[in-house]
């Protein structure tokens, strides 16, 4: 009885407890479904975004940069495509076999399997690591083979910056290079850090750089979690940088670099009407080639030690006492003071001012204004500038664009210092020691006068000065662009410009100081000036014309051509070239004879190339392969 | 169930109904197989239709077996498999390494498994034996915890937590229908919550780590709580109707792991959404809603017990791996029955369901033994 009493309540409990599993399985089951319910529909938005994320990657493709051509359209910098090697860290299955193998392969140093190292500690996910850049194509062929047994590693097709003219284009153009941490912290752009990608380090790479850059794109792709490649997405397109026409001719430009040769030296050409600056060239200069590709130490040393400067923009950054090359400036301001131009003055070799006498070059004996020109002759305008004063004349040597900073997309320009009183007052205020006395002196404006003392220009300056007196035109220089639109008049009387470019006229087809130089064509003809800038105060006897190459005097020509229609000025400075006729204008009568015939410019060009053991490429090369030997035996 | 005159009497007396919604649930697992595998049969949807089948197979034979010969087994098989239990823990200990299974020829026999099924039958049997007037004493108990926790402690050390913790859930469930009095439950739960810092501080470093993700899976989401983190983007993403078959990106891409084992249901719920989700919890409830029905209708105290206790396997199967893969429960390696690839868990559900099919088989035959 009691046993079958506790049966039958043994079965209710039995059920009472079923129900209760049953109620909590139940309970369950709506929990699952709920949070089922909760992950795919409430917060399906977040998932999904989180599945794409997990599903596409971006990788950054640097876009390609954008052409610099010249006037004519003809490529100053392109791109070439080469080969390289990256390691994408997150697919990089076993670093040390990887690493071993491919620096085998591709010949790696310790220093670039240091860095590369270095780069894959840092680095994280899908941003690449560079392992080598400008992989010959026997070496990226090794490597692609080895692939399949190196995940992680990416043999790919790139672009690398060339110049077809290498240094020619040096100093004017710049070079590229992998973006430093500075510049990187400065703009916080990850493209910056994208291997492969480079930006402008100098001259108009530099300065042109956001025109040039372009857009970087994306190749999207899929991919599995272990980094496998599944397939391309339809990629973000990268646009490429935008092409920059630039002003220069770039056959002129590379004449002119070849005809400066060996000299230490700079060459401008500017369209006198328009401003357009056609050759601006500055030698030697550095192959912005290998810059491109990086440096190395021995070649750097070599370059920076050159006594010749290669790594100085001369036409820009090089500063020189313009010598007799403002006589003509100083001619236009004097007739603007009411000097005839017919007045004489008698040249006995020298002006005495007091008790100092002021050496002229020669005995010229009575000159007037336009022979004065022609024989640069100093005493004219020692007596000239002191009649009217120097602040007198400062305006016009301004005016003529002595002095100026241009607009011109360039990295640096220094532009020198056209004196005056004030100036001077200013100077002695500011500077200690830097001039003796406050006040503007006569022997001041004697020096002034034949370009010597306090006034300082550069070559570019001097090349405008020139363009302004052949087309009296306020003409700008302009690196970018061609342009067609004549500069507006400067206001200076056209019979002041006539007499001074007939001065000019008489320099080179007179019996001038550059009767040497004169143009080997038929009814073209080219005015110009000499001039001789001294590099240290003359002692003795000794001008600056013989001894040690550093002390010789810098030899400067400005010039203009056709003399009957100006069309073409400019200016050359020869580096310790001893005098402007002899180092600076035939280089002048060289490069201008190119624009109107090429054939006999390079003919010329041939026979001095031959003399000095090659043309520029092939003196370039022998260069570079020496610096490579140099740095092969110090290493 | 179905009944007609075409139909021979052996084949109409299986329960249709149960046998439809095992093959739906067993299609779901081989399509998501098939799925994970990018399409291919290779290497797990064939492999897992051929120990599908082979199972099935069995376990429909089992219905034939009668409640006396199951009652008659019980003990000794249970003490095969806690012999085996102990085996597999030598070989461990020779091994110097954590195992789990016994290779017996070709199969590798995992006795852990075994033990889910086998605990509801001694149990079950120990109930049966026992007289009900003893029901609230301590001799309904300490046996009990004798039988659970040996199985329970060996599985433990393998150390296999997930498996343990079936057992011991099952057990459980067992004596609670067989109607042990309700405050030792309540009492063992708060026993249980005090003792959890103990627990903690027993456990391998790798359970650690998998209760502390559970608890906060993004805290470090590419490391160990990648599973959760990933399995909830590639359920989260399928939204109501999925990314379509075979269009799976986490599963496919193989941000999903293991995809085609304990996260099958993740793999599945991305292609197939919610719909496809709730449909499969559906199936489930039905075929565990049958198998209590089949403990409610049972005319003995064993068949009572012992189909409360198979149905309480599947659903603790069920219920702990879509906890776990929905961020619910922690990362314990419990397989989702008959869908997950593998072995085991088909065979143990199959051994229960095949019980549960005779126990029922017995109910309409009226065959009863009280």
């Given amino acids: 009885m009691n046993q079958r009493l506790t049966s039958a309540h043994q079965s209710i409990s039995f059920s009472r407890r079923m129900l209760l599993i049953g109620g909590a399985q139940v309970a369950v089951g709506g929990l699952l479904v709920s949070r089922l319910g909760w992950l795919s529909v409430a917060e399906n938005d977040r998932y999904k975004l989180a599945s794409e994320n997990n599903r596409v990657q971006l990788i950054v493709v640097p876009p390609r940069r954008g052409w610099i051509v010249d006037r004519t359209g003809k490529p100053i910098a392109i791109n070439r495509s080469d080969f390289r090697i990256d390691i994408i860290p997150e697919q990089l299955e076993q670093p040390e076999t990887t690493l071993r193998t491919l620096a085998e392969v591709l010949e790696l140093t310790t220093d670039d399997v240091d860095r590369i190292l270095r780069e894959l500690k840092a680095s994280k996910g899908f941003k690449p690591v560079q392992v080598a850049e400008n992989v010959p194509y026997e070496k990226y062929a090794a490597v692609t083979v080895r692939l399949p047994e190196m995940p992680g590693v990416q043999a790919m097709r790139g672009f690398s910056r060339f110049y077809p003219d290498g240094p020619a284009v040096g100093h004017l153009i710049g070079y590229v290079g992998a973006a430093s941490a500075e510049e990187y912290e400065k703009e916080n752009n990850p493209l910056l850090i994208t291997p492969g990608f480079k930006i402008g380090k100098e001259g108009l790479e530099e300065t042109l750089e956001q025109r040039l850059r372009g857009q970087p794109g994306g190749q999207r792709v899929e991919l599995t979690a272990r980094g496998k490649l599944v397939r391309e997405l339809t990629p973000k397109p990268d646009r490429s940088g935008n092409t920059v026409q630039l002003a220069i001719d770039s056959d002129l430009q590379e004449f002119a670099a070849r005809r400066l040769g060996e000299e230490s030296g700079s060459c401008v050409i500017i369209d006198c009407l328009t401003g357009d600056i056609l050759a601006m060239v500055s030698m030697p200069a550095y192959d912005p080639n290998s810059f491109s590709d990086g440096i190395g130490r021995t070649e750097w040393s070599s370059l920076s030690e050159d006594p010749r400067k290669p790594l100085l923009n001369k036409v820009l950054n090089s500063l020189y006492p313009p010598g007799s090359t403002i006589k003509p400036m100083g001619a236009l301001a004097l007739l603007e003071h009411g000097v005839n131009p017919a007045d004489r003055i008698h040249c006995p070799g020298g002006y005495r001012l007091g008790n100092r006498f002021f050496r002229c070059l020669g005995r010229h004996g009575s000159v007037d204004m336009r022979r004065a020109i022609a024989k640069s002759c100093n005493t004219y305008f020692y007596a000239m500038g002191h009649r009217v004063g120097y602040d007198n004349i400062a305006p016009m040597a301004k005016r003529l664009g002595l002095g100026a900073e241009f607009n011109l997309p360039v990295v640096s320009q220094s532009y020198g210092t056209v004196p005056n009183s004030e100036w001077k007052l200013r100077k002695f205020n500011e500077k200690k020691g830097f001039v003796e006395r406050p006040d503007w002196t006569a022997s001041d404006t004697l020096n002034a006068s034949i370009g010597q003392g306090f006034l300082i220009v550069n070559p570019l300056q001097l090349a405008i000065m020139a363009a302004r007196i052949a087309s009296g035109r306020n003409v700008q220089p302009k690196l970018i662009g061609v342009h067609k639109e004549p500069a507006p008049l400067l206001g200076i009387p056209p019979e002041h410009l006539e007499m001074v470019r007939g001065g000019m006229w008489q320099v080179v087809n007179g019996d001038g100081t550059a009767g040497a130089s004169r143009l080997p064509l038929e009814g073209i003809e080219m005015s110009g000036k000499t001039g001789t800038a001294q590099v240290r105060r003359i002692t003795g006897g000794q001008r600056g014309q013989s001894g040690d190459w550093r002390y010789r005097d810098h030899g400067l020509f400005v010039f203009f051509a056709p003399s009957s229609n100006p069309r073409y000025a400019g200016a050359v400075v020869i580096e310790h070239g001893m005098g402007g006729s002899r180092a600076a204008a035939p280089v002048a009568k060289d490069v201008l004879t190119f624009l109107f015939d090429r054939q006999k410019a390079l003919q010329s060009l041939g026979a001095l190339e031959q003399q000095w053991g090659g043309t520029l490429a092939e003196r370039t090369a022998r260069r570079a392969a020496a610096i490579k030997a140099a740095s092969a035996a110090r290493a | ?370």
Avoid: C
């Fill in chain 2, 1 to 370: 169930m179905i009944s007609s005159a075409i139909i021979p009497q052996p084949l109409a007396r299986l329960p249709w109904r149960l046998i439809f919604m095992v093959i739906g649930i067993g299609l779901i697992g081989l399509l998501t197989l098939y799925s994970s595998a990018g399409g291919s049969m290779r290497p797990w949807a064939l492999k897992q239709a051929i120990v599908f089948a082979g199972f099935f197979t069995v376990a429909l034979s089992m219905s034939w077996i009668k409640e006396s010969t199951i009652k008659a087994v019980s003990f000794p098989v249970y003490g095969a498999v806690l012999i085996m239990l102990i085996l597999v823990e030598m070989l461990g200990f020779v091994g110097k390494g954590a195992q789990r299974w016994l290779d017996v020829g070709p199969i590798r026999l995992q006795p852990s498994e075994f033990m889910k099924p086998v605990i509801v039958l001694v149990l079950a049997r120990f109930y049966d034996l026992l007289p009900p007037g003893a029901i609230r004493s301590w001799r309904a108990i300490w046996p009990a915890a004798t039988l659970l926790g040996l199985p329970f402690f060996l599985i433990l050390i393998q150390p296999d937590m997930g498996t343990a913790l079936m057992v011991i859930f099952i057990g459980i469930t067992v004596i609670f229908v067989a109607g042990v009095p309700i405050w030792l439950f309540i009492g063992g739960a708060a026993v249980i919550a005090a003792a959890m810092p103990l627990a903690y501080a027993m456990m391998h470093d790798y359970q650690r780590r998998r209760v502390l993700i559970f608890l906060d899976p993004e805290a470090d989401p590419l490391g160990a709580g990648y599973h959760i983190t990933q399995s909830k983007i590639a359920i989260g993403s399928g939204g109501i109707f999925g990314k379509g078959y075979l269009q799976g990106s986490q599963s496919h891409l193989d941000y999903l792991p293991e995809g085609h084992t304990d996260f099958v249901f993740a793999t599945m719920v991305e292609e197939w959404g919610l719909f496809g989700g709730v449909l499969l919890i559906l199936a489930f409830a039905a075929v565990i809603r049958w198998g209590m029905q089949v403990s409610i209708r049972a005319r003995t105290r064993f068949a009572q017990l012992a189909a409360a206790g198979l149905s309480a396997t599947i659903f603790f199967y069920v219920a702990i791996n879509l906890m776990m893969v929905m961020g619910l429960a922690p990362v314990v390696g419990v397989p989702l029955p008959l869908v997950s690839f593998g072995g085991s868990a088909v065979m143990t559900v199959m051994l229960s369901l095949g019980l549960l099919m005779a126990l029922e088989r017995q109910q309409r035959t009226g065959n009863s033994l009280s």
